[in-house]
């Protein structure tokens, strides 16, 4: 038994949630609650998307009550979300991070030109401008340079990127589970490696599982920007508006009962 174990549900809300989140949430919930006794942290990445409406992250706490899956701490409903738990209100705190990492640097370059090109920005010296240019890290580790490049760090709109502000929160939020889809294991080493550069112990001791991902009957990845006909029936607000439960998700998703999925 340990009652020490905590995880969380980071949902980006930049479109309304589907069978994948569904699969995802669940997964977090059996691997903390069930099956360790721990308690599940709330946290809605808003700072990695300019496609984030307050339906969608209304959708996360109706998602989250339709699922049945309990929440101990986190923001408790939109408002609450927008007063205290949105990331742009740690915007200059994220920041102040970048004193903290060595080797980052200002990049002009666009993404098509890096499509050809190697990056040159690293021995210009150039000075961070909004709108402008991006910060990125020069990664010195072999295996994360190779699948993410030198990554950035703060990016062109003024926001930290994904990988820093979700990295800054876990530490926060003392996270030592992180359970995820295996689409994230390239961000979970880049990740990793900058806990260590900032001297971490709270990630680098972190216990991490990541989780297949479920795919559509024709076998493609789901996301939240295909709005095809097919994927209308994979979006869970339309799931939960034609009455389906959360057995009906768990059948969706190829399991015959609640029993079924624990054991899984
Ligand atoms: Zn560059």
Known sequence: MNQSIKSRIAPTPSGFLHLGNAYNFLVIYRETVIKREGKLHLRIDDSDSGRVRDEYISDVFDTLKWLEIPIESGPKNLEDFKTNYSQYLKKDYYKSFLKKLPDCYVCECSRSFLKE????????????????????????????????????????????????????????????????????????????????????????????????????????????????????????????????????????????????????
């Open 117 to 264: 090109n190697n990056c040159p920005c690293f021995k210009k010296d150039y000075s961070y401008e909004p709108g402008k240019n991006a910060i990125r890290h020069k990664v010195k580790n072999e295996e994360v340079f190779k699948k993410m490049g030198d990554f950035i760090i703060w990016r062109k709109d003024d926001l930290p990127s994904y990988q820093l502000a979700s990295l800054i929160d876990d530490i926060d939020e003392k996270i030592n589970l992180i359970i995820r889809g295996e689409d994230l294991i390239d961000s979970t080493k880049a990740q990793f490696y900058l806990a260590e550069l900032l001297n971490d112990k709270i990630y680098t001791s972190c216990s991490f599982l990541h989780h297949p991902l479920i795919k559509t009957e024709n076998g493609e990845k789901i996301s939240k920007s295909q709005n095809s006909e097919n994927e209308t029936s994979l979006i869970l607000k339309n799931l939960r508006a034609n009455g389906t439960d959360r057995d009906g998700v768990l059948k969706k998703l190829g399991f015959s009962s609640w029993e079924h999925f624990l054991n899984s």
